[in-house]
Structures are given as C-alpha cells and as structure tokens.
C-alpha cells in the first residue's frame, strides 16, 4: 500500500483548495497521468498542475497508486466540464482527506499549473512542489526538468509541452501591444516571454511590473510556443517566480 503523506489536521471544509462540492466516487481506471475515470461514468481532469514527461509511464503509474480503486471526494472553482467532457476538479482520497494533487508534487511526480485562482491553495501546491525540487524527487532527479534561457534549441524542442524556463532577462521591450521580457540578443532565435496588454492588469495585482525584472532571474512556467524562437505567453501572476542571485 502506499503511503499517503499527512495532511494539515484542519476540517476538509477549511482546507486549501477544497472549493464547492462536485460530488463523490470511486474510481474505476487511470487514464492518463492527470486523469481517471470513475465507476458512475464521469472522467476527472486534476486541476492545478501539470505533467512534465507526459509520454512517460511513471507520473500515470504515481497517480493509479494513489487512487485506483479508492473513494475520493471532487471539489471545484468551476464545475463546468472541459472540451472533451471531462470534469476538472481537486481530489480528495476518502476517508484520509489527502489532496491528491498535493500528495502528486510532493513525491516530485507533477507541477504546479499557474491556473490556480486561490492564492492560499496556489501557495499549498507550490510549498509541496518546492520541497520535491530541494528533495530533488521524482521528476527533479532530472536536471533537464528545468529548462536554461541558455539553451533555446532546448526549449525549442519542447514546443507545445507545459515547462520549467530559468534566466535571467536582458531586457523589457513593448511592441504594439505586447511586452517582451528577452533573454538574449536575438528576437529570431532565443527564447522570450509574451505579455499581451490585457494579462497586465493581473500581473500588476501581484506586484509584477513588466520593466522592475530587467536584469532579474526569473523561472517561467507555461506552454512553449515557436514564434521564430521559442516562446512562452504570460497571462497569470503565477506564470513568473523572482529567484535569487545575479
């Protein structure tokens, strides 16, 4: 049996990400590394985080150990279904109350997706993250996991793959109605950050002025996009961390 690491001993109800109730089940099958199918019909979809490796068995067999054939509770911001029909919800293991996304970055099996609305809930799943990484855990044994602004072929490679891009940025540019945060020299070749004019007011909320991280390391999460060189788009506060040193 695995072994299903403690959760803060607070009531479900209180607890980071447990928002509205989207009912219970029992799951039938793992289907992917960020879903199952339940034994009533309905297909689950994790929210708040993403596989890195997704063509890869072992995050899909770190989700079955924890839930195949175990009775969990769905709770949601939005109990609307995505494209495909299947519920996005955060899951609770029954009867231990374990969040299964919390417990899914804490082994180092997922990261966090920035479309966590909650800041208390977003901060829970980047704390559990951050301790994989330091741990070096799971995925984080793999220094490749973290892409360098260096190396855009990299990056490059991993075109519309969810990932990890650390640098530091040379400079802020405004262009029509986009911000660009560059990390080299060459608009046609290295990697950059897009800020389209409507995501500012989300990043401004959080204290993220475009031009304030000029000369500042950052990492940056999202999907990777070929626009001449690789490209990230920025739409969320969460999409940016500030790290230390030159």
């Known amino acids: 049996m695995v072994a299903i690491a403690a959760m803060a001993v607070?009531?479900?109800s209180a607890a980071p990400c447990a928002f509205e109730p989207l009912g219970e089940g029992r799951v039938a099958a793992v289907t992917d590394a960020r879903s199952f199918h339940l034994e009533d019909g309905r297909d689950v979809r994790l929210a708040g985080i993403e596989p890195v490796f997704p063509e890869k068995a072992g995050q899909t067999r770190a989700l079955?150990?924890?839930?195949?054939?175990?009775?969990?509770?769905?709770?949601?911001?939005?109990?609307?279904?995505?494209?495909?029909?299947?519920?996005?919800?955060?899951?609770?293991?029954?009867?231990d109350e374990a969040l299964v996304q919390h417990e899914l970055l804490a082994q180092g099996e997922a990261i966090v997706a920035p479309t966590v609305s909650d800041k208390d809930c977003a901060a829970t799943l980047m704390a559990a993250e951050g301790m994989a990484r330091e741990a070096r855990r799971g995925i984080w044994s793999d220094p490749a996991v973290i892409k360098n602004t260096e190396s855009p072929g990299d990056i490059l490679a991993g075109v519309g793959r969810f990932m990890l891009v650390e640098g530091k940025v040379l400079s802020v540019r405004q262009a029509g109605a986009t911000t660009y945060l560059n990390f080299?020299?060459?608009?046609?070749?290295?990697?950059?950050?897009?800020?389209?004019r409507?995501?500012?007011?989300?990043?401004?909320?959080?204290?993220?002025?475009?031009?304030?991280?000029?000369?500042?390391?950052?990492?940056?999460?999202?999907?990777?996009?070929?626009?001449?060189?690789?490209?990230?788009?920025?739409?969320?506060?969460?999409?940016?961390?500030?790290?230390?040193?030159?």
């Open 198 to 246: 409507q995501a500012l007011g989300n990043l401004a909320v959080a204290g993220l002025v475009p031009k304030s991280l000029e000369n500042k390391r950052i990492r940056v999460r999202g999907f990777v996009e070929a626009r001449t060189g690789p490209r990230i788009e920025v739409l969320r506060a969460g999409q940016i961390e500030l790290l230390g040193g030159k």
């Open 184 to 196: 080299g020299r060459s608009w046609t070749r290295d990697f950059a950050v897009t800020i389209p």
């Open 64 to 95: 079955a150990a924890l839930v195949a054939g175990h009775d969990v509770r769905l709770t949601g911001e939005d109990d609307a279904p995505d494209r495909y029909g299947r519920q996005t919800a955060f899951v609770w293991l029954l009867p």
């Open 10 to 12: 607070t009531p479900a």
